[in-house]
């Protein structure tokens, strides 16, 4: 019932920006965890970014200093920028949310479809 939405995604040259977002809808009653994963060709998924409810954030080691996690006030709403991108940051993009839908009142997980993100000159 919780869907999460991504878009941004697309292609850029290496030291480029992109801004990704994802709006989490459905009767939610709270968003605990937010954030991003990513898979690239031939790689595992990987958690590149993430923000708590209280605001506390984690990067992957290879995009800190980067990347930047944001949630806009009052939305359901996540963002990542990313910033100096390299072509080893290509990969298919995808929002999670761990979320305590109204329904149940349980935590659950949540995954977006995935948004594609090419460096590439």
């Known amino acids: 019932q919780v869907q999460l939405a991504e878009s941004g995604g697309g292609l850029v040259q290496p030291g480029g920006s992109l801004r990704l977002s994802c709006a989490a809808s459905?009767?939610?009653?709270?968003?605990?965890?937010m954030g991003w994963y990513r898979q690239g060709t031939g790689n595992q998924r990987e958690l590149v970014a993430v923000?708590?409810?209280?605001?506390?954030?984690n990067y992957a080691d290879s995009v800190k200093g980067r990347f930047t996690i944001s949630r806009a006030s009052g939305e359901n709403t996540v963002y990542l920028q990313m910033n100096s991108l390299k072509p080893e940051d290509t990969a298919l993009y995808y929002c999670?949310?761990?979320?305590?839908?109204?329904?149940?009142?349980?935590?659950?997980?949540?995954w977006g479809e995935g948004t594609q993100v090419t460096v590439s000159s």
């Open positions: 999670y949310a761990f979320v305590i839908p109204t329904a149940t009142m349980k935590g659950v997980g949540s």
């Open positions: 923000m708590s409810s209280g605001g506390t954030t």
């Open positions: 459905g009767s939610i009653f709270s968003i605990l965890r």
